[in-house]
Nanobody, 125 residues
Framework: QVQLVESGGGLVQAGGSLRLSCAAS????????MGWFRQAPGKEREFVAA????????TSADSVKGRFTISRDSAKNTVYLQMNSLKPEDTAVYYC??????????????????WGQGTQVTVSS
């Protein structure tokens, strides 16, 4: 089993920045890719960014390219999402996800095996 705990969410004005963290525990040696997804009220969960086990491969949604950066500290079993130039449309609950036993980076939520409880990000205009 793998446990994921997100932190770093909050309220920020448009144009501001936040850094989300996701700490993994348990059978972390099984974790390959990790990703961030988000879900706004009344909308489906959507992909934000993902990173490979070693951090050498990343991918992100077009809506956040150039503004959000995903990174990973394997020694700490932690993945980060640096969010800059935030917009009101970035308001959502942000979830961390882990993929085990498959090294491929993916933007599909069905490919992830473990999920955190989510952290709220609210961007005011």
């Amino acid at each position: 089993q793998v446990q994921l705990v997100e932190s770093g969410g909050g309220l920020v004005q448009a144009g501001g920045s936040l850094r989300l963290s996701c700490a993994a525990s348990g059978r972390t040696f099984n974790i390959y890719a990790m990703g961030w997804f988000r879900q706004a009220p009344g909308k489906e969960r959507e992909f934000v960014a993902a990173i490979s086990r070693g951090g050498g491969t990343t991918t992100s949604a077009d809506s956040v390219k150039g503004r959000f950066t995903i990174s990973r500290d394997s020694a700490k079993n932690t993945v980060y999402l640096q969010m800059n130039s935030l917009k009101p449309e970035d308001t959502a609950v942000y979830y961390c996800a882990a993929r085990v036993n498959d090294a491929r980076v993916s933007g599909r939520s069905d490919d992830y095996d473990y999920w955190g409880q989510g952290t709220q990000v609210t961007v005011s205009s």
